[in-house]
T-cell receptor, first 118, second 114 residues
Framework: EAGVAQSPRYKIIEKRQSVAFWCNPI?????LYWYQQILGQGPKLLIQ????????DSQLPKDRFSAERLKGVDSTLKIQPAKLEDSAVYLC????????????????FGPGTRLTVL | AQSVTQPDIHITVSEGASLELRCNYS??????LFWYVQSPGQGLQLLLK??????LVQGIKGFEAEFKRSQSSFNLRKPSVHWSDAAEYFC????????????FGRGTSLIVHP
């Protein structure tokens, strides 16, 4: 079974530029998550999709971050314009359902995209 | 809202020694609890999870964790550490009601000496 795919693996940009990350979840997984992991910290959830609908985006800085999951499969996360504090690893994860209490709640993580903003 | 505390930023053990990584949570009811491992340049891999039932949970790679409600803890243990266990370990909690929004601890870095 193929895992969660992410690209690019690394990206270096200058502040105020824009950047986009792509994620392809495990086939059949309805729920997709984007996390931001700043160096020395645990992952912080940015946005959660169930199929192509947003379940939670309360921690997404909507003035500069946007995400979409068209057709309920792969997803893109965009930052425009980037700030220095956006330097982090951006992790994508997927799970079969994501419904609370389901034993299918296990999240499978991709390798992440390491973003450096100069 | 729930929160997770991993009090140890770094833990150093010798290969073959036992290991215990601490995790404390704050939540009004019994949460869902998880331990993940992250090797350098890799995503997170689930080691084990607790939803309900037996409070001693067995996971992959010889790890286990025990849920102690009275102490609000979910410590990760391994009887004999291998050099390949060197990695970052994250505890996570999910509220057992409502939307499935996980909260992660800051992580504990495990260093294994030969």
């Amino acid at each position: 079974e193929a895992g969660v795919a992410q690209s690019p693996r690394y990206k270096i940009i200058e502040k105020r530029q824009s950047v986009a990350f792509w994620c392809n979840p495990i086939s059949g997984h309805a729920t997709l998550y984007w996390y931001q992991q700043i160096l020395g910290q645990g992952p912080k959830l940015l946005i959660q999709f169930q199929n192509n609908g947003v379940v939670d985006d309360s921690q997404l800085p909507k003035d500069r971050f946007s995400a979409e999951r068209l057709k309920g499969v792969d997803s893109t996360l965009k930052i425009q314009p980037a700030k220095l504090e956006d330097s982090a690893v951006y992790l994508c994860a997927s799970s079969l359902m994501g419904a609370s209490g389901s034993t299918s709640d296990t999240q499978y993580f991709g390798p992440g995209t390491r973003l450096t903003v100069l | 809202a729930q929160s997770v505390t991993q009090p140890d930023i770094h833990i150093t053990v010798s290969e073959g020694a036992s290991l215990e990584l601490r995790c404390n949570y704050s939540y009004g009811a019994t949460p869902y609890l998880f331990w993940y491992v992250q090797s350098p340049g890799q995503g997170l891999q689930l080691l084990l999870k607790y939803f309900s039932g037996d409070t001693l949970v067995q996971g992959i790679k010889g790890f286990e964790a025990e849920f102690k409600r009275s102490q609000s803890s979910f410590n990760l243990r391994k009887p004999s550490v291998h050099w390949s266990d060197a990695a970052e370990y994250f505890c996570a909690v999910v509220a057992s009601g409502g939307s499935y929004i996980p909260t992660f601890g800051r992580g504990t870095s495990l260093i294994v000496h030969p």
